[in-house]
């Protein structure tokens, strides 16, 4: 005889950790990593290890002695502050300013709120533009590509979106005639003298591919990077239809910081919202700022900025958008 047995939820268990999910997002994150090690050599060694073992030991010094917990560094979610940060920062950073960016990253934007799971921003975001507003000049200096060996002393160039954002403010469209072609892009292949940006931008196929992981394991849905990419490229396309001096759209979305935070940083569990339908009013909107920011804004990159905007709008766009609960009447009846 069959005994109906009561119990508390959950009914059904699944097979997702937040340990296997956060693992997922290293093994996405390695062909970005590898090419950037292929193009940058030491410096991108150099930064992306420091910011992984200070993020790792911040939250493990945190945890022990300032929470009185045990530490959770078995998560992984450190290592992925981690190399989002490191990954968010130019090849040559110094080392100082990468243990400042990573205490801000760890004990700011995650611990200060109570750890996993209950911060409000994504840490690596707030790790990163605390750099830039505190050393900006470190922060825009980047170095070209193919110095293996270089670190402290790797040769700088301007970046593509330095030289979109000098075609619109000296009406120019003859400028953008120098940017590298949108395959060039693609694959990462950032010559001719230009900075090729963060560490982790600079191929945009290595983070495409680690999209197609995320998505094949769904650790994410496909609702934020497409919103924001599709919404960047539609506006884009009409700025540039209505005047050459914006760059092509192809070129816009594979330049900078784009994909690496439509893919990795906006798709953030605890900061981003709940619902498919917020997903998407979040990534247009993130989407859109970046847009603006990036043409009419003081920085050549918005993206960074666009999506801690949004996180911090992550609540309300919750509560607009939340289900009704199962049997709820509506209030007019």
Known sequence: MNKLVVSLSPHAHGTDTVERNMRGVIIALLPALLVSFYYFGLGSVVVCLTSVAACMFFEWAITKYLLKKEPTLTDCSAVITGLLLGMNLPSNFPLWMILIGALIAIGVGKMSFGGLGCNIFNPALVGRCFLLVSFPAAMTVWPTQGQLMSYTDAVTGATPLSLMKEAIKTGNAGLLDKLPTSMNMLLGNISNGFGAGSIGEVCALALIIGLVYMLWKKII????????????????????????????????????????????????????????????????????????IRNWGSYPEGMSFAILIMNAFTPLINFYVKPKRFGEVPANK
């Open 221 to 292: 849905t496909w609702h934020i990077p497409l919103s924001i990419i599709a919404t960047v490229l539609i506006i884009s396309g009409l700025l540039h239809w209505a005047n050459p001096v914006y760059a092509h759209p192809l070129q816009v979305i594979l330049s900078g910081g784009l994909m690496l935070g439509a893919i990795f940083m906006a798709t953030d569990y605890v900061s981003s919202p709940m619902t498919h339908r917020g997903q998407l009013i979040y990534g247009v909107a993130i989407g859109f700022l970046t847009v603006v």
